[in-house]
């Protein structure tokens, strides 16, 4: 895997910083907020419903921003830039980390999306990246300078007609072989889920609004939003 001649060490240093951060007992409740957050919107938003996936995303970059910063590291969300980035350092437009968020099983995950672009090669990895992996796992820092990324991202990545793809199997095991770029953590898997919900963002956010026009509220029950959900259990 070619390298794309920039340096991560600020992106390194923060992750660590991260780390060790959580490793302290007296930080033990940051540590908890930050696994009940995740848990939460994960169980109310469930992602099978597509307006829900980019919904969830986002708060979940948000939550991480958050602990970030408690740790002494000084992100902001990337609000409405277009960038590979979704958290910024304060001090640097061109420096952070992208979230991606890997709760489900599949196969992997999209790394970069170039919908409408060309093919992407596995050089257009660029951002320094935290996969928040279920299974045990936690929070994996990684980037495309890192060495083991630099000798396996060939089988690891795969270019797709939109997007760069990164293999869900090579994230576990980089996580096995290379734990000092792990922060362990009690994150929410899909099969432990019960009841699947069929809240969505659009149908809170619209009663939050109706709420204040009671005569329009009034009516709100009888659309049933979410009885009708694919595959929801039952």
Do not use: H, M, N, Y
């Given at each position: 895997m070619q390298g794309n001649k920039k340096s991560y060490s600020k992106e390194r240093e923060g992750f660590q910083r991260l780390r060790d951060y959580l490793a302290s007992g007296e930080n033990a409740v940051i540590l908890g907020e930050f696994e009940k957050a995740i848990a939460e919107v994960f169980e109310e938003y469930d992602t099978a419903l597509r307006e829900n996936r980019f919904v969830v995303g986002g708060v979940i970059e948000i939550i991480l921003g958050a602990v970030l910063r408690a740790a002494g590291v000084n992100v902001r969300h990337k609000g409405g830039l277009d960038t590979d980035f979704d958290l910024l350092f304060d001090d640097d437009d061109s420096s952070g980390y992208s979230v991606k968020a890997l709760l489900k099983k599949g196969q992997g995950t999209r790394l970069v999306n170039v919908m409408g672009g060309n093919t992407p090669s596995i050089e257009r990895w660029k951002a320094a990246t935290l996969f928040l992996l279920s299974e045990d796992v936690g929070i994996v820092y990684a980037d495309p300078e890192l060495r083991w990324w630099k000798e396996h991202g060939c089988e690891c990545l795969k270019p797709t007609t939109d997007a760069l793809q990164i293999?869900?199997?090579?994230?576990?095991?980089?996580?096995?072989?290379?734990?000092?770029?792990?922060?362990?953590?009690?994150?929410?898997?899909?099969?432990?889920?019960?009841?699947?919900?069929?809240?969505?963002?659009?149908?809170?956010?619209?009663?939050?609004?109706?709420i204040h026009y009671p005569r329009l509220f009034e009516h709100v029950p009888g659309l049933r939003v979410g009885e009708e959900v694919p595959g929801r259990d039952t």
């Open positions: 293999s869900r199997r090579c994230l576990v095991r980089f996580a096995s072989e290379q734990s000092e770029w792990v922060i362990p953590c009690k994150l929410p898997t899909a099969d432990r889920r019960g009841t699947r919900s069929a809240r969505t963002a659009s149908a809170d956010t619209a009663s939050r609004i109706l």
